[in-house]
């Protein structure tokens, strides 16, 4: 009789214990995140926070996902998601109103609210737009990249390859999640701190490096380095494709190595999310080096929390490396 009752309270005891772990795991907060940036930051911030849970709607590896076209899985995640961090500035086209469908309770933190200091997207120093339509009738459909299509009257959106800007994201999202769920408000805070305190740090390694470059004039694939250039002291002298392509006829490719001579450019950089084959060519016809910079629009899954840091020092070597820097 005692053997059944010991057996009883511990059936009982492990449906109770079990019973509480399960409401906790369903009251669990989950936050779901439009790009990697925005999650990798959303990551940063809400570390060490119990019953919160983070995940990516797009593949890490995609890139900015300006047309991209929402799939099963991702309404899937939609619906069972409490609160959706958005890159903002039109990244998200691809939402519309099978967002507030799928979720209508969906709360959404909006990482570029608010920001002043904004750049129109696909302008070059000059406003000048090489690469534009205009030269793409040669454009090859199967070296197409993932992200195409931007207007060029749209904001920019890529605010977070400047770590000066990715701060101001870094703020938005920190006090979005502290506003949405108070009880972990002060971790969420205390992280945002520390993380923006990173960010700055590597924008004043930009900045002085760029103080120190023989060459400061630099191309770029297309508008994701504006705010870095603009806050660091780059200057971006042409773009490959202000609309995203990833190649150009051959007088647009004429044309932009006319700017680059004209302009004393130092070199070509291009995007890992990008086919590096244009800029490789560009740079060759004009004579300068070529390089990779990344603007960590995309990432490995499974990304260490300081992936960011350890890209933005690489591109920093890049420069250093292919621009030269006075001693």
Known sequence: MKKKSFVLVTSLLFFMFSSQAFSAQAAAKRILCTTFPVFQITRNVTAGVDGIEVELMIPARLGCPHNYSLTPGDMRKIASADIL????LGMEEFLGAPLYEANPELVTVNSAEGIEGLLEFGHSESGEHPGDDKHMEDQDPDSAPEETAHSHSDLNPHLFASPGMAVKLTVNITEGLAGI???????????????????????EGFTTLAGRLINNRIVTQHGAFDYLARDAGLKIVAVINAEGGSSLSAAGIISLVKKINQTKAGAVFTEPQYPRRIGTAIAGEAGIPAGELDPVASGPENAPLDYYQTVMRRNMEVLENLLGVRE
């Open 181 to 203: 769920y108070p009880d972990g408000a002060g971790t969420f805070r205390e992280n945002g701190r520390r993380y923006a305190a990173e960010l700055n740090n590597l924008a």
């Open 85 to 88: 961090v958005i890159n903002g």
